[in-house]
C-alpha cells in the first residue's frame, strides 16, 4: 500500500502577483516550480504545517485565509500525495531561499507558463480560473 503523504502549500497574493519557488538542485523534481510549503507532520493541523513550513523555507511570518479549493488528491508511484491550498499573505518578507533555487513574483496570467511540478499543472489552471473569477487576475 502506498504511503499517504498531506502536503500544504500557500498561494501568498501582493500587489498582484503570486509567489512561486523553484525547486533546489537535488530535490526530487529539481528546477519545477512551485508554491511555497511542504509537509504536515503528525498532529499537525493544516494551518500550523503551512506557518512552520513558511518560517522554515522563507524565514517569514504568514497570515493564512481560506482554502483554494477542496483538497486535492495526487497519485505518485511512490505515494499518494493529498495538497491543500491556502490564500496567504506575508506578515514580514525575508524571503530567504532554504528550499528553492530562486523565489519569483509573477502575475496570476503568467503562472500557466511556469514549468510546474506535474501534480500542481492541474491545480495551477484551477487556480487561475478562481482568480479570474474573483477579479485578482491582471
Do not use: C
Not at 498531506?6 to 503570486?18: E, L, N, Q, Y
Amino acid at each position: 500500500m502506498k504511503q499517504k503523504i498531506k502536503v500544504v502549500a500557500a498561494v501568498i497574493i501582493a500587489d498582484g502577483k503570486v509567489l512561486v519557488g523553484q525547486r533546489e538542485k537535488g530535490r526530487i523534481l529539481e528546477d519545477r516550480w512551485e508554491f511555497p510549503g511542504g509537509k504536515v507532520n503528525s498532529g499537525e493541523t493544516l494551518q500550523a504545517a503551512l506557518k512552520r513550513e513558511i518560517q522554515e523555507e522563507l524565514g517569514d511570518q504568514l497570515s493564512i485565509s481560506e482554502r483554494v479549493f477542496e483538497t486535492a488528491v495526487i497519485e505518485h508511484e511512490f505515494a499518494t500525495i493529498e495538497l491543500t491550498l491556502f490564500y496567504a499573505k506575508l506578515l514580514s518578507y525575508n524571503l530567504q531561499l532554504h528550499a528553492h533555487t530562486k523565489l519569483k513574483w509573477v502575475f496570476p496570467n503568467e503562472l500557466a507558463q511556469l514549468d510546474w511540478i506535474p501534480g500542481n499543472v492541474p491545480l495551477v489552471k484551477r487556480l487561475i480560473k478562481n482568480l479570474k473569477k474573483e477579479g485578482k487576475l491582471r
